[in-house]
């Protein structure tokens, strides 16, 4: 069975500065990888995903995630942050599984941006 | 495009008391349609999927049903809610050749 461990629950940044939030999966095949945002009281929002091919992906809102088989991991970046980025973001791994997608998700990492 | 709805946006019911949320996807055929409980502070947990008309899985025991009695409509119900059932419930669909879900705007959920 799939699984996704996201170790931050929260995390502060400030305004303009570089984020990365980490992802760790496990999955015995190569995975369908994703990552989602949700704003306080909103639904999910994908922001990009991993299917295959270029390890490097990008997404909406200037994120982009990379995928490394050797550590398992998905991990997302954005060059610089915006106030408008404070969010909840979710990691997810995806499988096929008896004619439907399983999908699993991380349990969250909350993101603040300060001034 | 594909559009997906869910509603009630926001629903405060009593202990004991039914319950119906309704979530339909237009501009695709023959989904696979997801239910998904969000509580408080915890990630998401998949309740209920489809891969067609009639066709429901559970993937947790619980005190919730689903019915999809037409292809793009899925419902989630419970006869007696109980306190615990309250939380952020998220109507999701995948077409039947992609590989990613997409999320309806959720339904808030408060059962007092």
């Known amino acids: 069975a799939q699984s996704v461990t996201q170790p931050d629950i929260h995390i502060t940044v400030s305004e303009g500065a570089s984020l990365e939030l980490r992802c760790n999966y496990s999955?015995?095949?190569?995975?369908?990888l994703f990552w989602y945002v949700q704003s306080p009281g909103q639904g999910l929002q994908l922001l990009l995903k991993?299917?295959?091919?270029?390890?490097l992906v990008q997404g909406i809102k200037g994120f982009e995630a990379e995928f490394k088989r050797s550590q398992s991991s998905f991990n997302l970046r954005k060059p610089s942050v915006h106030w408008s980025d404070a969010a909840e973001y979710f990691c997810?791994?995806?499988?096929?599984?008896?004619?439907?997608?399983?999908?699993?998700f991380g349990t969250g990492t909350k993101l603040q941006v300060i001034p | 495009s594909q559009t997906i709805h869910q509603w009630p946006a926001t629903l405060v019911q009593p202990v004991g008391s039914p319950l119906s949320l309704e979530c339909t996807v237009e501009g695709t055929s023959n989904p696979n349609l997801y239910w998904y409980r969000q509580a408080a502070g915890r990630g998401l947990q998949l309740l209920f999927y489809s891969v067609g008309i009639g066709q429901i899985s559970s993937e947790v025991p619980q005190n919730l049903s689903a019915s999809r009695p037409q292809d793009r409509q899925f419902i989630l119900s419970s006869k007696k809610l109980l306190l615990s059932d309250s939380g952020f419930y998220l109507c999701?669909?995948?077409?039947?050749?992609?590989?990613?879900?997409?999320f309806g705007e959720g339904s808030w959920l408060t059962v007092v």
């Open positions: 999955y015995g095949a190569t995975p369908y």
């Open positions: 999701a669909w995948r077409g039947n050749r992609g590989n990613t879900i997409y």
């Open positions: 997810a791994v995806g499988a096929n599984s008896g004619g439907y997608q399983k999908v699993t």
């Open positions: 991993y299917f295959s091919g270029d390890t």
